[in-house]
Every structure is written in structure tokens, then in C-alpha cells.
């Protein structure tokens, strides 16, 4: 009895160990979605705009004083460029549409963002600009 558990346990528990695409995706959708999160709030405290711009594998947030943000914003560990990159193999379903939060911390477009491997999407609410 105890070798069939082991026997299960291990044809599910195995696969897990040789492919961490999964934990990968997972994370860099948190990262993102604390990003986000990170520039509403920062947009909100400074009253200036926060932009996001996306490419296939990374998002880069910016500030300023218009919606153009032309000024790198400094990540909380005092980089000088805020830029989440995606690990190897890990990109966006879809390349979201830039987008920026206003001082009031409502974001110029909603939108969902996916990330490949990813379950959750990441969701930017219209007006309240609340990310989940």
C-alpha cells in the first residue's frame, strides 16, 4: 500500500521538479502585478501621471508631469529605470497597450494583461484603477 502512495505521489510530484516554467510565469505575473500597483500608488502620492509601457517580455514605468512621462521612474530599491523583465521563455499573451495612471490614480484605459503559463490574469479596473 505504502509503495502505490509513493508510486502516485511520485508520477505527480515529479513532473513539477524538472519543469519550473509554471512557478516562473506565476512570478512574473506577481511582479507585474505589484509594479502596477507600486505606479498607482506613486502616481497618486506625487500627483503626477505613471506611465506603463509594455513589450513582448518586460514593462518599464515612467513619470511625469503629462501623460508622456518622460522621466524614468526609481524602483523602491533605487534603481534609477523601474523595468521588470520576464525570465527565459516567459512573455505576455498579448503585448499590452500602454497606459498610464493620473494623479488621481485612475488609469487611461482599463485592461487585462496575461502572462503565458500564467492562470491568473491581472486586471486594471476603469475609474478606480484598482489592480488585482
Known sequence: MAMVIIGIIGAIAAPRFFDNSVFQSRGFADQVQASLRYAQKIAIAQRRFVCAVFTIDSITLTIGATAACGTPLVSPTGEANYVINAPAGITFAVVPANFSF???????????INVTGATNSITIEAETGYVH
Open 102 to 112: 493620473n494623479a488621481l490614480g485612475a488609469p487611461s484605459t482599463a485592461q487585462t
